[in-house]
Structure formats: C-alpha cells, structure tokens
T-cell receptor, first 115, second 111 residues
Framework: KAGVTQTPRYLIKTRGQQVTLSCSPI?????VSWYQQTPGQGLQFLFE???????NKGNFPGRFSGRQFSNSRSEMNVSTLELGDSALYLC??????????????FGEGSRLTVL | GIQVEQSPPDLILQEGANSTLRCNFS?????LQWFHQNPWGQLINLFY???GTKQNGRLSATTVATERYSLLYISSSQTTDSGVYFC?????????????FGAGTQVVVTP
C-alpha cells in the first residue's frame, strides 16, 4: 500500500511569489491535514480537508489556503511569500479525519525556502 | 487551546542505556500519538495510544488519560534511535479535531 506522497520535496522561492504544494493521501483515506514546522514555532496545524470540504483551520493568515479534489488529493497554496514562510510543510492522511479515533500517517514533507 | 509539554527537551544517552520521555497535556484528548522524526523530516509513527500500554520491540508507551500524561520508554538504546520524538494529541474544537504537537525531545545516542 503506497504511503502519503508530497511534491515537490524541495523548492526555493523569492519573497512575493506564490507556491503550491501537493499531497496524495493513502488510498481510501478521505482526510488530509497540513502542518508547518519551523525552528521557532515547532509543528503547527494549518487546516484539514475531508471529502473536499475544509473542516478546521489553524491560526494562519489568509495567504495560506488549500483545497481537496474528488480523488482526495490536496493542495495548499501560500501567496505573497514572506521570509518567515520558510519551513517544512507536512501533510497527514487518515481514513476518518483528525478528530476521529485512529492514526494519522505523514508524508516526507516539502521543504520551502524563501529568499 | 490545549497545552502539550514534553520533557526533557534534550537527552544524551550512551548506547545501551534506557530512557523515559514524558508528555503532559492540559485537557481531555481524543487520541495521542508518538512520532520519531527522521533526519529527512518525515514523522514516523511509533504508537497510537489514547490510553493503556503498548510495546513494539525496544520501545513501549503508556498513556494515563485520567492523569493527562503519556510516557515513551526506550530500552537498550541504539544510535539509530537518535532524532526528535514528538507526542501529538487530538482535541476537538467547533465539532472537528485539531492535532496539537509538543515541542519534542531531541535524543542523541552516542556509541
């Protein structure tokens, strides 16, 4: 069974640009949640999508957005990039969602550097 | 929101030693997981343990939900155990769940 796949693995952008990251969950999983990891703030919840609907959102500005497609693949977008957006972005997949019982499974992450 | 505190923040062990990592949380949680972050950044599932005790090889974990803490035990540590260990809890807000991570314990196992 394939795991959670995130693309791209590494990318470099400049301030003001936008970026789109992709996450393909484990087959049959309907929930994808996103997280930002930085040295200063640690791991923080961004948002969760379940069956194409956003269920919950963390404390991030509107520049951070996401969506989920009918095949459960999810994308997150960050517009007007700032230096502080440099981070490891992780996504997790689960069959019934973050609030349900059961494990979450993480991808390898997308490492974004903003210059 | 819920507070998740991990201790100690750093741990240096000699190969073969045993250790205990602790995770305290401030409110009732739906579930709790322990992860090991590998050098490439991926979070590797160690235990899904909302309550009770589980063992997997040299690792074991115990969660006492009524007292709001979980422990991760590493026995006979090996250099491959080095890395950051995170506990993460799920709590429900506005009918849906959020995953809250602790700050992690950085473990270094020396030969």
């Amino acid at each position: 069974k394939a795991g959670v796949t995130q693309t791209p693995r590494y990318l470099i952008k400049t301030r003001g640009q936008q970026v789109t990251l992709s996450c393909s969950p484990i087959s049959g999983h309907r929930s994808v949640s996103w997280y930002q990891q930085t040295p200063g703030q640690g791991l923080q919840f961004l948002f969760e999508y379940f069956s194409e609907t956003q269920r919950n959102k963390g404390n991030f500005p509107g520049r951070f957005s996401g969506r989920q497609f009918s095949n459960s693949r999810s994308e997150m977008n960050v517009s007007t990039l700032e230096l502080g957006d440099s981070a490891l972005y992780l996504c997790a997949s689960s069959p019934r969602g973050v609030g349900s019982t059961g494990e979450l499974f993480f991808g390898e992450g997308s490492r974004l550097t903003v210059l | 929101g819920i507070q998740v505190e991990q201790s100690p923040p750093d741990l240096i062990l000699q190969e073969g030693a045993n250790s205990t990592l602790r995770c305290n949380f401030s409110d009732s949680v739906n579930n709790l997981q322990w992860f090991h972050q590998n050098p490439w950044g991926q979070l590797i599932n160690l235990f899904y343990i909302p309550s009770g005790t589980k063992q997997n090889g040299r690792l074991s974990a115990t969660t006492v939900a009524t007292e709001r803490y979980s422990l991760l035990y590493i026995s006979s540590s090996q250099t491959t155990d080095s890395g950051v260990y995170f506990c993460a809890v799920v709590f429900v807000t506005d009918s849906w769940g959020k995953l809250q991570f602790g700050a992690g314990t950085q473990v270094v196992v020396t030969p």
